[in-house]
């Protein structure tokens, strides 16, 4: 079969060692959506979260610039701060308390008494790039900037007020499936008319399309009066997609958590949450969610019950999806050690 046709193996999803893989030439090269700008305000506020394994955090010093950390102490690991958003006057170590500056070199190391050259152990690095108020990162501190590596998706969303959206609610649904195999479902339209039927009398099903560009894609269908749709459905590889509609906007995300398990966030914006219908569209949202989970878990269970091996790509229904494997792929066959703790620089 031709692997432009055909789907990723089986295994791809279920591997143990394939997650770890993936973890450091995906997730470790990749700007991936962190937080809203919103979620960091003040000075000596942060944010926190696990990022494919990765304890994550980026910060606001006291000078009001946005660094990025690997959440882990350079003595023994322990953690600098809980997961979520919070404020605290300095970055002391939970677990022995070394105290670290808000640009990530170490200030302290309680009772070692001079004997440690504070110069080299600085906290990991991590690169942090702001979007029209949203906080990207990545793992990677020399990769290309943010506003040059998805400029194409950028482009797309170039009409809509994304910076006068306010975050209204973020939430998340644990998901048992690989992080690809939902992917792999909100790449196409094709389940639509099976699988959502609030969606499906909504929009013309059959009519569903998907256009790729550099790394992303864009999904469009009309309604099923005749009218153009207003707004953007896009996905941008590894895990994001944008769902904007003019006055609204959902950010949503694909973390994975293992190799059978991921989380995907839900972040809704709306240019004025006090009296847009915030309830309708979070209360569909999470009937769309419902439904896909029935499915997708249904899915990884039966990529991993072992007979079932490799499919076919529709090429009219499933060339978004097609570019995502093939990226997947390509990853594939990068080196995996670059991207990884080991070659993130400190904080100096």
């Known amino acids: 079969m031709d692997e432009s046709q055909s789907t990723l193996p089986a295994d791809w999803y279920v591997d143990p060692a394939r997650y770890h893989q993936e973890r450091s030439t995906i997730f470790g090269r990749e700007w991936l959506w962190f937080a809203s700008l919103e979620q960091l305000p003040t000075p000596n506020s942060y944010f926190a979260s696990e990022y494919a394994g990765y304890p994550l955090m980026v910060v606001r010093g006291s000078d009001g610039e946005l660094r990025g950390f690997h959440n882990v102490c350079r003595h023994r690991a322990g953690p600098l701060v809980d997961e979520g958003v919070g404020v605290c006057g300095n970055l002391v170590c939970r677990y022995h308390g070394w105290a670290y500056g808000w640009d990530g070199a170490l200030r302290s190391a309680r009772d070692f008494d001079g004997e440690i050259d504070t110069d080299e152990y600085s906290l990991f690095a991590v690169a942090v790039q702001v979007w029209r108020g949203q906080v990207f990162v990545n793992l990677d501190c020399s990769a290309v900037p943010l506003l040059d590596d998805l400029s194409a998706l950028f482009r797309e969303v170039e009409e809509f007020p994304v910076e006068a959206m306010r975050l209204a609610n973020a939430s998340h649904h644990d998901l048992a499936c690989n992080w690809k195999t939902y992917a792999d479902n909100y790449l196409e339209g094709y389940h639509i008319p099976m699988m ?153």
């Open 196 to 348: 959502h039927p609030e969606l499906n009398r909504e929009f013309d099903a059959k009519q569903y399309r998907v256009d790729t560009g550099d790394r992303y894609c864009r999904h469009s269908a009309p309604a099923r009066a005749g009218e153009a749709t207003d707004g953007r459905w896009l996905f941008r590889w590894p895990n994001l997609a944008i769902n904007i509609y003019g006055d609204a906007m959902n950010i949503e995300v694909i973390v994975p958590t293992g190799p059978q398990t991921c989380r995907v966030l839900y972040n809704h914006f709306f240019i004025d949450p006090e009296h847009q219908n915030v309830s309708g569209v979070l209360r569909l949202s999470d009937v769309v969610m419902e439904q896909d989970r029935a499915m997708v878990e249904v899915v990884q269970r039966n990529l991993a019950a072992g007979r079932y091996r490799q499919g076919r790509l529709s090429p009219r229904h499933e060339n978004g999806l097609a570019q995502f494997q093939d990226l997947v792929r390509q990853a594939a066959n990068r080196d995996s050690s670059v991207g990884d703790d080991s070659s993130v620089s400190n904080g100096r």
